[in-house]
């Protein structure tokens, strides 16, 4: 196909064969037309979205409601699933949707921000059920900290406690700009502050494993 001009804003279209030069597709999976949500699958990936169910598994259950439409291209879901995550935010940053989150569900919190530059260095979070637990079972409490390998880059410290039985429950998590000494006992301050007055250990024991990477 080919568009000649024929003067000013008149074009002509001229079809130079009628045959296709491609062969034609034989599956419809992934075209942008075929695989359009209508309003019914929209509010169900949106559904799915807000009950964070894995993108595949979206997509599992879109082709299980209509066999007969061409399977839905996960890269859509994905597009959709930020859509509805930016609209949850309502404007605000990833790290300030999570304070939103424990305060909304009424976890136990505390953060700190740097004075000159407003950026979050400190955060610490503890579900009300694990801190009912922590308070019945805190003979036992290991701490974890993994490297930056989540989204903000930051040191990720776990608190898990273990009950008479030998089950593990999580207390608290933190997030630390650094790995530091100041860090950790801010980290140890908070853990601490989750015990009632009645509730407190008289002795910490604590292994520090150093970890060298070559």
């Known amino acids: 196909m080919k568009v000649v001009e024929l003067q000013e804003n008149k074009w002509k279209l001229v079809m130079r064969s009628g045959f ?3 062969a034609l597709t034989l599956y419809c999976d992934g075209d942008r037309y075929f695989a359009k949500f209508d309003e019914e699958e929209l509010a169900y990936i949106d559904a799915q979205v807000r009950a964070h169910v894995r993108p595949a598994i979206i997509s599992a259950g879109l082709h299980q409601r209509n066999p007969e439409k061409s399977r839905p291209n996960q890269r859509q879901i994905y597009n959709r699933s930020q859509k509805v995550r930016a609209e949850e935010r309502d404007g605000r940053n990833p790290a300030q949707q999570m304070l939103a989150f424990a305060v909304q569900h009424k976890y136990v919190h505390y953060w700190v921000t740097d004075q000159e530059t407003d950026e979050l260095t400190h955060v610490f979070m503890a ?9 019945s079972y805190y003979y036992v409490v290991l701490i974890d900290s993994t490297y930056k390998t989540n989204l903000y880059r930051l040191p990720l410290v776990e608190m898990v406690g273990v009950t008479p ?3 593990s429950f999580v207390i608290a998590y933190a997030l630390v700009k650094h790995e530091s000494e100041d860090g950790y006992l801010w980290v140890l301050r908070k853990l601490k502050a989750l015990l009632n007055d009645i509730v407190q250990p008289n002795i910490m024991l604590l292994l520090l494993i150093a970890r060298q990477v070559c």
């Open 165 to 167: 039985v030998g089950k």
């Open 20 to 22: 296709h030069n491609h």
């Open 127 to 135: 579900h009300p059920e694990a801190v009912k637990m922590f308070r």
